[in-house]
């Protein structure tokens, strides 16, 4: 079965630090994986996605992740967070299998310390 | 602007009372869904919807329905069987038969039973 996990629940940074949210999935064949963000009281926004091709994946608001196939894992990363990043942020895999369904992991919050 | 609207953004139900949640797109979206969201476990499918007139439980579709007498419209109703409603509620749209796309999401119903 698909599965999405993120580890780590909550995480603090300082403004201008580097961040790095986690994300680990299970699926059998070719995923399509997401990077959503959440601010409160919000619906969900894209910030990135991979298909296929190259691994690094470049999104909005300067974020970025990589697909690395042996660990299973699609990470995000930004390399100077600001105090407005401060939001709840949502790794997901798409399938293809039975039609397209998106599975999401329970999400990290990001708190940003100026 | 094409998107998806849900409303409304906050409501109030009594126990026993059913409730319906609304969603419209106008993306053109085949699949249209419905997840619900509660603090630390991430979004959780309750239904989902590939065409008119057809719609499948998610995982924790107990307690709810749903119909899809127009490809734009996609209303959840929270009945009085559902036995712990509070929550917030997302729906979302993507294009069926395209597996490599990704979900757009409406800003959400907060719901609360009072």
């Known amino acids: 079965a698909q599965s999405v996990t993120q580890p780590d629940i909550h995480i603090t940074v300082s403004e201008g630090a580097s961040l790095e949210l986690r994300c680990n999935y299970s699926y059998g064949a070719t995923p399509y994986l997401f990077w959503y963000v959440q601010s409160p009281g919000q619906g969900l926004q894209l910030l990135l996605k991979?298909?296929?091709?190259?691994?690094l994946v470049q999104g909005i608001k300067g974020f970025e992740a990589e697909f690395k196939r042996s660990q299973s894992s699609f990470n995000l990363r930004k390399p100077s967070v600001h105090w407005s990043d401060a939001a709840e942020f949502f790794c997901?895999?798409?399938?293809?299998?039975?039609?397209?369904?998106?599975?999401f992991g329970t999400g990290t919050s990001l708190t940003v310390i100026p | 602007d094409g998107g998806i609207t849900q409303s409304p953004k906050y409501l109030f139900r009594k126990e026993g009372q059913n409730v319906t949640l609304s969603c419209e797109q106008n993306l053109n979206h085949d699949a249209m869904y419905w997840y619900r969201q509660d603090p630390g476990q991430g979004l959780r499918l309750i239904y989902y919807s590939q065409i008119v007139n057809d719609f499948q439980k998610g995982d924790i579709a107990e307690g709810y329905s749903v119909s899809r007498e127009k490809k734009e419209s996609f209303p959840l109703t929270v009945t009085s069987a559902q036995k712990n409603p509070t929550a917030f509620y997302l729906c979302a749209s993507s294009m069926w038969a395209k597996p490599n796309t990704e979900a757009f999401f409406g800003q959400g119903t907060r719901l609360t039973v009072v």
């Open positions: 991979y298909f296929s091709g190259d691994t």
């Open positions: 997901a895999v798409g399938t293809a299998n039975t039609g397209n369904q998106f599975y």
